[in-house]
């Protein structure tokens, strides 16, 4: 875990106890150990192992639960619209649009926030995972161009996902440096 630990900081960035968002960046690193990064042992990640292992023994509700997890959405989401029912997210990086069913869930939000989350179905609804890196409001546009060249270059997502995570560690710890020194993308 603490090898995996050095691994997710080499390029999300370093996650410091005294940090405002270590329990975000925290539970980032906890949903990137068990959903996405491959064990040594197997090329599995723990969840597929988990459910590879224990085919034979779960219930088929349980099963499905846990199924369900490994069929979220990792994303930079841009809240569009909120509403007295429920909210509009936009995928950033595909387009698409996901309704939210009711206001719990950004209710801390702005209108046009941009922030990378993992959004989890259950029983038909999105729900946020345990995290939410908030970006600041004045580098939206250059995020959004980012986002757009790579969506066009077909560039996998998950970098560009890291690349920003870093970047918001680095304007929480140097707030006083211009936005656009810290969220720097390559030319």
């Known amino acids: 875990m603490a090898r995996a630990k050095e691994e997710f900081q080499d390029f999300a960035g370093p996650i410091f106890e ?3 968002n270590f329990d975000a960046r925290i539970n980032a690193f906890h949903n990137w150990y068990i959903l996405d990064r491959p064990l040594k042992v197997n090329g599995k990640t723990p969840l597929a192992y988990f459910l590879e292992f224990n085919a034979n023994t779960l219930s088929e509700e349980a099963w499905k639960r846990y199924e369900e997890l ?11 619209k909120v509403g007295p029912k429920g909210s509009v997210l936009i995928d950033v990086l595909t387009g698409k649009k996901i309704a939210l069913d009711g206001t719990d869930q ?19 609804q999105w729900y946020f995972s345990n995290y939410l890196i908030l970006h600041p409001g004045g580098i939206g546009k250059d995020i959004m161009q980012e986002a757009k060249k790579r969506r066009k270059a077909k560039a996998p997502s998950k970098p560009f996902l890291y690349q920003l995570m870093l970047f918001q560690g ?18």
């Open 70 to 80: 490994g069929n979220h959405l990792h994303s930079l989401f841009e809240l569009s």
């Open 106 to 124: 950004t209710q801390h939000l702005d209108k046009g926030a941009l922030f990378n989350t993992r959004l989890f179905s259950h029983q038909g």
């Open 170 to 187: 680095r304007w929480e710890q140097y707030k006083q440096m211009d936005l656009h020194a810290i969220y720097r993308f390559s030319a």
């Open 18 to 20: 005294s940090d405002r």
